[in-house]
């Protein structure tokens, strides 16, 4: 049985987007973050994007001096962002990849190709004395690249395996599992700390919260969805729950 606790990082930047849709000052993501720490989340995750889409800069200023547990701060690697960060100094910088037209997040970073892009943010946030992780596909080879990196953290994208969880009965598509168990484990034995998150929801966490190497999972979307019908609180402890469920099984 798999016993140590898996941290939950909840992702409010949804409850931005409610407010940017109208441009009112409601609902303000400040008001949620109390909420999802006082039903038992571990931190809160926000993506600072360039195109400002949802959260702003306001907002990370002001949770940095509100939030009690971790605040993970998403962002891309560029010069902008690293001077944002270590002028707010969050916890942890989570670096992703960007694009302005996407939704959301697609895939994880090209570790490769942004190769020297990355070193030059890592070094920077990483002299600032902030911890860094990569958000990257799940995939060995991403992991010793990032390890090569620097980074002493990783968050696996875990976009694939929902995609292939059956809609109905939440079978997973169990290729993308293992690919996420076996990135995970190779991350563990290189000593780095790793998380996964993209696309989670209450019906297909239970197995990638089964992964012992796997030690946080950041969700957004299907908590903050929730949440529009249920209330915050009862979101999170009902998605802490669903993890809790899946990590026994382990």
Known sequence: MTTTTM??????????????????????PLWAAPLVELAGADGITVHLREDRRHIQDRDVRLL?????????????????MVGIAREIEPDIVTLVPEKRAERTTEGGLDVVGARAQLEKAIAALVGAGIPVSLFIDPTEDAVRVSRELGAPRIELHTGDYCERVHPVDHAPGDEELERLRRAAEAGAKLGLHVAAGHGLDYGNVGPVAAIAAIEELNIGHAIVARAVL???????RQMRAAMDAGRGRG
């Not at 940095?64 to 902008?80: C, F, I, K, P």
């Not at 249920?230 to 999170?236: D, H, I, Q, T």
């Open 64 to 80: 940095r001096q509100t939030v009690r547990g971790a605040l993970n701060l998403e962002m891309a690697a560029t010069d902008e």
């Open 230 to 236: 249920v209330g915050m609180e009862r979101a999170v």
């Open 7 to 28: 941290k939950l990082h909840v992702n409010i930047d949804h409850v931005a987007t409610l407010r940017q849709a109208r441009g009112t000052s409601y609902p303000d």
